[in-house]
């Protein structure tokens, strides 16, 4: 895990930085021409000459002065999330309090209360994503807070965490994943849920390009490989539409576009095609200037005029302009058959609706002036206030559960009389009854789902009309707690469930005051605590609880003594406990495995284990994590768990690499499909065991129909071995493809 990037050398003099800075102010000036109000532009100045008085000594990783940071910020603000004056004025000061001299009272006095909060928010926010998981859920809560107060600030930190994206080339190699894992794990879904599609997408690509290196190159270089014949196609598909779309009348642009690099990866792992295979490597984009009461219809003409040239896939049509999404997204998407047996994805939308998609929140507050009904971008801050308001004690799960209830992608369902829910993919009967009201979910013991009984497990899909079955004995039990998805739903289960564990617990409570009574201790808070700890319990609650159903019996209370009132636990204990805290997890030993892997900058052996999700072998690109306790495990980055370790725990990460060793083989599995045809096994295991000397030590294969399926487990050196076998095994004949998977 070494940073081999290599790193622009930044070169310029005190004269040529003064004049960049200088072209980059002016650049951002120009951007905002248009949102100008009179006395606007000496605002700007004096926040711009702050923020460079601020940072004037302080420079980035690259070199340059750190002020350019801050401007570029500005300007992706503007230009990219469409933001005005006091947003700049934010973004060029987001970092003055928390880095230099520059206090609020000072931000207050020269640009008044709401700018002050919002860089107050900006604080906050990068002081969470740096420290450890549990004050990072802490304070998470706190911006999403300040989200539904004032969702600038989001926008303003997304700016900030993009451009922060775009330069990390000069970061060292663990802070390039940490940054880029965080960024897939919260930022980029974020972006997503405010309806800002380029910047998340740029987020994704950004991350890959950091976290699978090797795949980001091999795509970028087929999508710029095939440029030629793409644009070729997308003008070739493009021309018959056009002539329709002017024969009817319509005001429109029409351009095709690359998907991207992140989406494709997505689309080959998840329908196991190759690149060649992936069959809508490109969007054609139609957006009509109509107005605002014909957008609908046109679309839908427009639509008719597209499937009358192309034969469209039924599967694949997605209706966004009856139910348009929660950040606000309009569109029509189809895709149909082009030429050559190509399919090709068609966005048919208004320029209204394209600035929304674009630029998410900001423009939707731009159309929402004069709107009576309350937009779903005010619906789902509501939901989130809801959900910060039940205080619950594990903040760990917090980011999880904000990620699956608030960034998840919705479905529509509805009640029995037509009204329209919006819950997050996955959610099931039970989330859906909570959704309705807290007292309909805890008394819910099943669904008629289109008018069919299903268990409340049953998981919803867009379009179904669900009813709620009750009755007065149901009560919500710890099961429940696997069947839902939604904040609200989870927060009311605990609740419940915690009231019926203090309820089991206050029985305990006079059997623990007796026996602390007979040893001249008290039922103090600091002596729950103590024996909490002793007993490695969470909460005092769990430890009553515990007692209460005898799963605790008390017989260490004799070895404890008594300092007044106050317990004392034995020493023996307290010294092991001690020096466990001490020992660090990982332990340097002499065996010959410590040869694979150095760790560290001082190449410190190490003992470590290899993570059973995703059976890294020496050539992979891995990152050393510390567990609680498990010692150190390798991942690879592109491992399923890398990014929720990474963003969550980036403080337990440890800078590793492979060592050279050719006397340890690992185990990893290859998955081979081809045609089955005689001898063509034989040939595969000749490969293997006979050509190149591996070990097998598993293999099956599944023929059907003329298709056999084989999976070889087979002992390597290193990822360079693996890798030449692979391409040997795709260069035979017969054999159609060759995927590596984690063995169990």
């Not at 403080?651 to 045809?677: Q, Y």
């Amino acid at each position: 895990m070494e940073a081999t990037i290599d790193i622009p050398k930044y070169n310029l003099n005190e004269e040529e930085e003064k004049k960049e800075i200088l072209r980059q102010y002016r650049g951002l000036l120009r951007v905002l021409k248009l949102k100008l109000k009179p006395g606007d532009k000496v605002l700007l100045r004096v926040a711009f000459e702050m923020a460079a008085k601020a940072h004037e000594t302080m420079r980035r990783k690259s070199g340059e002065p750190y002020i350019l940071h801050p401007l570029a910020v500005a300007k992706i603000c503007v230009e990219e999330i469409g933001l005005g004056v006091r947003s700049t004025i934010c973004a060029l000061l987001h970092d003055t309090v928390e880095d230099t001299d520059i206090t609020l009272d000072d931000i207050q006095r020269e640009f008044g209360a709401e700018v002050t909060k919002i860089v107050d928010g900006l604080t906050k926010i990068s002081t969470v994503m740096d420290t450890n998981s549990t004050q990072q859920a802490e304070n998470f809560k706190k911006i999403l807070l300040t989200l539904t107060d004032d969702p600038r600030v989001i926008l303003i930190k997304l700016a900030d965490r993009l451009h922060n994206m775009r330069t990390l080339e000069s970061m060292k190699r663990e802070k390039q994943l940490k940054i880029a894992s965080e960024t897939i794990y919260v930022y980029a879904p974020l972006a997503h849920r405010m309806g800002l599609y380029n910047i998340k997408t740029e987020m994704e690509d950004l991350a890959m390009k950091y976290m699978e290196p090797d795949t980001y190159k091999y795509i970028a270089q087929k999508l710029t490989d095939t440029k030629r014949e793409r644009s070729k196609y997308i003008n070739d598909f493009i021309r018959p539409i056009k002539e329709k779309l002017e024969k009817a009348g319509f005001d429109f642009e029409i351009y095709g576009r690359p998907k991207s690099i992140h989406s494709i990866w997505n689309k080959m792992k998840k329908q196991g095609v190759s690149f060649e295979e992936v069959y809508d490597l490109f969007a054609i984009r139609i957006l009509l200037s109509s107005a605002l009461e014909n957008e609908k219809g046109d679309c839908w003409k427009v639509y008719s005029l597209v499937t009358e040239e192309y034969s469209p896939s039924t599967q694949r049509l997605r209706d966004w302009l009856s139910n348009p999404k929660s950040n606000g997204y309009e569109a029509l998407h189809t895709t149909v058959m082009g030429p050559h047996g190509k399919w090709v994805e068609v966005q048919i939308r208004s320029k209204r609706m394209n600035e929304i998609a674009e630029k998410g929140l900001a423009a939707h507050w731009k159309y929402k002036e004069g709107a009576a009904d309350e937009s779903r971008f005010d619906k789902w801050f509501g939901q989130i206030r809801e959900a910060l308001n039940s205080p619950d004690d594990n903040s760990i799960d917090f980011l999880q559960d904000f990620k699956t209830s608030f960034l998840a992608e919705e479905i529509y369902v509805y009640t029995p009389k037509g009204e329209v829910k919006m819950l997050p993919t996955g959610a099931s009967a039970l989330d859906f009854a909570f959704g309705v009201h807290t007292a309909v979910g805890s008394k819910c013991i099943g669904a008629k789902v289109n008018h069919k009984l299903v268990p409340i497990s049953h998981k919803l899909r867009s379009g179904d009309q669900v009813e709620i079955i009750t009755s007065a004995k149901q009560k919500p039990n710890i099961e429940w707690l696997n069947f839902v998805v939604t904040s609200k739903a989870k927060a009311k289960i605990k609740d419940t469930l915690k009231e019926e564990k203090r309820a089991v617990a206050d029985e305990a409570k006079y059997t623990l005051q007796r026996k602390l009574e007979a040893m001249g201790a008290s039922m103090s808070p600091a002596n729950l605590e103590e024996l909490s700890a002793f007993y490695k319990k969470g909460s005092s609650l769990d430890l009553l609880y515990d007692i209460a159903i005898k799963k605790i019996d008390l017989k260490e209370l004799k070895d404890f003594t008594t300092h007044g009132d106050k317990l004392v636990p034995p020493k023996p204990v307290k010294i092991a406990e001690e020096k466990a805290e001490k020992e660090t997890p990982v332990k340097a030993f002499d065996k010959k495995d410590a040869e694979l892997i150095i760790f560290g900058e001082s190449s410190d052996k190490i003992q470590y284990s290899l993570a059973n999700c995703c059976k890294p072998i020496p050539g992979d690109d891995v990152f050393g994590f510390v567990t609680t306790g498990e010692g150190l495990k390798i991942h690879r980055t592109n491992c399923p768990n890398a990014a929720r370790l990474l963003a969550n725990y980036g403080h337990r990460v440890v800078k590793t690499k492979w060592a050279k060793n050719k006397e340890i083989s690992f185990l990893t599995g290859l998955k081979i499909i081809g045609l089955d045809d005689v001898g063509v096994i034989h040939k595969i295991t000749n490969l293997i065991s006979g050509e190149m000397k591996f070990n097998i030590s598993a293999m099956t294969i599944e023929a059907k129909e003329g298709i056999f399926e084989g999976n070889v487990k087979i002992f390597v050196h290193d990822k360079e071995e693996l890798d030449e076998l692979v391409n040997r095994l795709v260069s035979m004949s017969g054999i159609e493809r060759v995927d590596r998977y984690d063995t169990e």
